[in-house]
């Protein structure tokens, strides 16, 4: 039904930046909170963010606030994620993910993801000096 294709991660020093990308194809977004998760080597699955692609209502795990920003483009099918003041705790795995929702007006809220319906197969941030 829905594809999801994440690209931009890569090696980056402390402090850098990188912006992901989570491209959709199938479906249209509309209708789908789009969260971005992370996954590092013995660690379980950790949520990044998220947002509502209709109303573009969003949230933020605790330890990106501030550092991190979310955002879509309609015309493209497309989600982002800025990742800014970049730490060597980010270095992870980073999916992104859709979970259906319908045509409402939902707030969403970052969790492990377990109730998301399609994933991305992963982009390696790495935050080393």
């Known amino acids: 039904q829905m594809h999801l294709v994440e690209s931009g991660g890569g090696l980056v020093q402390p402090g850098g930046s990188l912006r992901l990308s989570c491209a959709a194809s199938?479906?249209?977004?509309?209708?789908?909170?789009i969260g971005w998760f992370r996954q590092a080597p013995g660690k379980e699955r950790e949520g990044v963010s998220c947002?509502?692609?209709?109303?573009?209502?969003?949230d933020y795990a605790h330890s990106v606030k501030g550092r991190f920003t979310i955002s879509r483009e309609h015309a493209k099918n497309t989600v982002y994620l800025q990742m800014n003041s970049l730490k060597p705790e980010d270095t992870a795995v980073y999916y992104c993910a859709a979970e259906f929702v319908g045509p409402f007006t939902v707030q969403p809220i970052v969790t492990d993801g377990d109730e998301y319906d399609y994933w991305g197969q992963g982009t390696q941030v790495t935050v080393s000096s």
């Open positions: 199938g479906l249209s977004l509309d209708y789908y909170v």
């Open positions: 947002i509502n692609f209709s109303d573009g209502t969003i």
